[in-house]
């Protein structure tokens, strides 16, 4: 089903994407993993839809209620819709990017995001992340490691995320003004445990 759509965008083109940058061809081929479907959301619901938009982008998930990390697209569980609740999402290396994150927003149960050596994460995803009202009280702990497009805007937007306890940023260039955040997130978050590793 997905290759059938890739191929079909791919026969559109008059001249192949790879034929004159192969950086263009990937950022490409990444935005058309990342598109929303939402007739699919609405046929498999928010949780089998984020998972598939999760895994065909190099992520995992962990469901609620399980040990193992779901890596595999192909093997993803079959069963009842509603049995599989996303509880955790680890993008390390993965092509998510801003205009996937509508996948996000029927997620309920998800209380832990690890976003490393993301290369299309920037600020936007954040603003986004921190506005969808389930995410605002499900998420627990947030780790942003060496994403280089984030900066102190997207942080801060973090504070939206009420019942966030354990947040660790390490490694991100464009934050700049680490006594502001520290104050902010006191003062929004006063049990947050903010853990900085940053130059």
């Known amino acids: 089903m997905l290759f059938g759509k890739v191929s079909q965008q791919l026969c559109g083109l008059k001249r192949l994407p790879w034929s004159c940058d192969s950086r263009y061809f990937w950022g490409w081929l990444n935005a058309v993993f990342n598109k929303v479907d939402y007739e699919r959301i609405r046929d498999v619901g928010p949780d089998r839809a984020a998972s598939e938009w999760l895994l065909r982008c190099g992520a995992m998930v962990r469901y609620h209620g399980q040990e193992r990390w779901q890596k595999d697209y192909n093997h993803l569980p079959t069963g009842p819709l509603d049995k599989y609740k996303i509880q955790a999402i680890d993008a390390t290396d993965s092509c998510i990017m801003s205009i996937g ?33 389930n995410l605002q009280k499900s998420i627990l702990e947030m780790e942003i490691i060496s994403c280089g497009n984030i900066t102190d805007k997207g942080i801060i937007a973090l504070r939206h995320l009420r019942n966030l306890k354990y947040l660790l940023l390490s490694d991100l260039p464009g934050v700049r003004e680490k006594e502001n955040l520290v104050q902010t997130f006191k003062t929004a978050l006063p049990s947050l445990e903010l853990k900085l590793q940053l130059k």
Do not use: A, P, T, W
């Not at 509508?102 to 299309?120: A, F, N, S, T, W």
């Open 101 to 133: 994150f509508d996948h996000m927003e029927g997620l309920e149960h998800v209380e832990k995001i690890r976003l490393c050596k993301c290369q299309y994460i920037e600020d936007g995803c954040l603003l986004k992340l921190s506005q969808l009202e």
